[in-house]
């Protein structure tokens, strides 16, 4: 059964970098899509982006400029890295496995950003 | 982007009764050449990620029990529960995968009347 799980900083300045990886275990992360999904509070998910295990990506828009999801095989894992952040991009943070529908995801991680 | 719009916001419903959540989408998610809704429900509850229940707008994912349905093409589509157990209390969410940026609907709070 894969399982995925999120790490990194929970708290992170304005204006710093949002920096979170994604441990992918009980299966390999090769030959399948990978993405990260927010939840801002009291808000409906939003889909970050995803990268297929030879390095392809698509972003969404609104985030492209600031996002870049990378990914190391050798490690199974995945991360991803946002720039600039302000207090919008407070929010849960998950991974999930699929380009599109994930079928599997991680527990989440809550990110705060906050001076 | 495609704007993904669930009614009702929140729905009581008795146990064993049919709960049902409509999810309306502003563009068609159709793509005709594959003859597919790119269109996929979610169930989430507190604490907890959220689950894949049904994908391609009426496919269910392995494991979730067959009283969970899903219906509709283009812009309209219905997720069903036929007999509400009382573990299916959660928030649902449709998501639209047929355009960049992927869009989810509100959520719909499905609770016991």
């Known amino acids: 059964q894969v399982q995925l799980q999120e790490s990194g900083p929970g708290l992170v300045k304005p204006s710093e970098t949002l920096s979170l990886t994604c441990n992918v275990s009980?299966?390999?992360?090769?030959?399948?899509?990978w993405s990260w999904i927010r939840q801002p509070p009291g808000k409906r998910l939003e889909w970050i982006g995803y990268?297929?295990?030879?390095?392809?990506?698509k972003y969404n828009p609104s985030l492209k400029s600031r996002v870049t999801i990378s990914v190391d095989t050798s490690k199974n894992q995945f991360s991803l890295t946002l720039t600039s952040v302000t207090t919008a991009d407070t929010a849960v943070y998950y991974c999930?496995?699929?380009?599109?529908?994930?079928?599997?995801w991680g527990q989440g991680t809550l990110v705060t950003v906050s001076s | 982007d495609f704007v993904m719009t669930q009614s009702p916001d929140s729905l009581p419903v008795s146990l064993g009764e049919r709960a049902t959540i409509t999810c309306k989408s502003s563009?068609?998610?159709?793509?005709?050449?594959?003859?597919?809704?790119?269109l996929a429900w979610y169930q989430q509850k507190p604490g907890q990620p959220p689950k894949l229940l049904i994908y391609?707008?009426?496919t269910r994912e392995s494991g979730v029990p067959d009283r969970f349905s899903g219906s509709g093409s283009g812009t309209d589509f219905t997720l069903t529960i036929s007999s509400l157990q009382a573990e299916d209390v959660a928030i649902y969410y449709c998501?639209?995968?047929?355009?960049?940026?992927?869009?989810f609907g509100q959520g719909t709070k499905l609770e016991i009347k």
């Open positions: 999930a496995r699929g380009g599109a529908a994930g079928d599997h």
């Open positions: 009980g299966g390999s992360i090769t030959s399948f899509y």
């Open positions: 990268i297929y295990y030879t390095g392809s990506t």
């Open positions: 563009q068609s998610v159709l793509y005709s050449s594959h003859n597919k809704n790119y």
């Open positions: 391609w707008a009426s």
């Open positions: 998501q639209q995968y047929y355009s960049n940026p992927y869009t």
